[in-house]
């Protein structure tokens, strides 16, 4: 389906009463990494030109809500990063109480200063708004809000956030969820979520990256080429680095663990991404900053077109900051829907409203209503490249070979059911 066109949603098969079951999805296995090595270990910052960017904007002016496990401000990379947030589970504790390492990873990988030898994120000059959400054993545990993710999106998009950053998907649907999603488009935010790590599994559609207004990122290795894991379909609307990117071991913020990646790093870089657009551009709206991800985005396909594998492309902010490439289109139309994206936002009760169609089966379908015929993505080989058809890891930052995967592929997905 080429870009500009209505991406209409199909029917969503959504369960009215849920329960949570997580499971962490992984490939290898990781091996503790020395703080002072970590930032050598960020490969992507130098194919991405971060250094070059950081010059011109780090940026600064932007929040980003992390819907996530939670985001420890205390580490040396997120001290005076983090704003006050909201801890949707209603368990003990708080937002800033992470309990796996996965939250303040992906706060890190976006907003890390990178003091004391810390992950260094892509925009250092943002602020991170934390918003804590459970997984199965936390929930089962502390008997917590089953409604955790409806609530944590709809408050991000009450809060300052521009930007809305959630590296978890569900292969199910709820109504409140659905309309979380569709208010925060409403208020202005730009919400990108993961697209899953099952790709040689059941590939299944993940929510919430399969809504029509998220942006649904897929993982690229070095090469630019697709991630094995990273899933494939309709959710998929643009990608980014996600292969062997080091992050906390555990909850005990010790150390660092190396040969991680997976869609949730990738979320998190294009949310940053995003952010140094956005912080540059500072009277777009989020329809404008997405327009010009889309269009500079890395590919050796016809723009316009949106592979099953990357989407729109490889994300490349340089190409905007650096070389002010970009159309940023029509401020209040949105390039994922192609609708006018102005006006009241979507009311409270909506939310509450019941599908027509209840169940406890996953959802079957992602955004759109027609296949991927024209586009290259024919195969797992798919690679993006630049607007000269150089591989990506060349117009990237020189980078060459193949990238070895391995570690932990870092990503929850959440399992819903009845309760």
Excluded at 25 to 51: H, I, N, R, T
Excluded at 86 to 109: F, I, K, V
Excluded at 246 to 260: A, I, K
Aim: proline share 5%; aromatic share 6%; with cysteine.
């Amino acid at each position: 389906m080429t870009a500009g066109m209505s991406r209409p949603q199909k029917r969503v098969l959504s369960a009215l009463a849920v329960a949570a079951s997580w499971s962490v999805v992984f490939v290898g296995a990781a091996q503790p990494a020395a703080a002072a090595d970590v930032q050598s270990k960020q490969w992507y910052l130098k194919a991405m030109q971060a250094e070059e960017m950081w010059k011109i904007t780090t940026g600064e002016g932007v929040q980003l809500a992390v819907i996530d496990t939670g985001v420890n401000p205390e580490t040396p990379s997120l001290r005076g990063q983090v704003l006050k947030g909201l801890d949707a589970t209603g368990a003990e504790g708080d937002e800033n109480d992470d309990y796996s390492g996965h939250g303040t990873t992906m706060a890190e990988l976006i907003a890390g200063t990178g003091k004391g030898g810390g992950i260094k994120g892509l925009a250092p000059g943002a602020k991170i708004i934390p918003m804590r959400i459970g997984t199965s054993d936390f929930q089962k545990k502390h008997s917590s809000n089953v409604h955790d993710w409806a609530d944590a999106i709809r408050a991000a998009a009450d809060s300052d956030a521009k930007i809305i950053s959630m590296s978890f998907g569900s292969p199910y649907s709820t109504p409140k969820e659905r309309e979380a999603v569709k208010y925060a488009q409403a208020k202005g935010k730009l919400f990108f979520a993961a697209v899953g790590n099952d790709a040689q599994g059941r590939n299944r559609d993940e929510y919430p990256a399969s809504y029509p207004q998220a942006v649904g990122v897929s993982s690229a290795d070095k090469n630019g080429k697709v991630s094995e894991y990273s899933q494939n379909g309709n959710s998929v609307d643009v990608a980014a680095p996600g292969n062997e990117i080091p992050r906390w071991c555990d909850n005990s913020f010790q150390s660092y663990c190396d040969g991680e990646g997976g869609t949730s790093a990738a979320t998190a870089i294009a949310s940053a991404s995003a952010a140094l657009v956005w912080s540059a551009n500072p009277d777009w709206t989020a329809n404008q900053v997405l327009n010009v991800l889309f269009d500079t985005a890395g590919r050796d396909w016809k723009k316009g077109d949106r592979s099953a594998y990357l989407g729109h492309g490889l994300i490349r902010p340089a190409m905007n900051i650096l070389k002010g490439k970009g159309d940023p289109g029509d401020p209040d139309i949105s390039p994922l829907t192609n609708e006018r994206t102005t006006g009241s936002p979507a009311s409270p009760a909506a939310s509450e409203q019941p599908s027509t169609s209840a169940s406890d089966q996953p959802a079957q379908s992602g955004k759109g209503g027609e296949a991927d015929e024209t586009v290259a993505a024919g195969d797992s080989n798919t690679s993006a490249s630049g607007d000269d058809g150089a591989p990506l890891g060349l117009i990237l930052g020189g980078i060459a070979g193949v990238a070895v995967l391995g570690g932990v592929v870092f990503a929850l997905v959440r399992r819903r059911g009845a309760a």
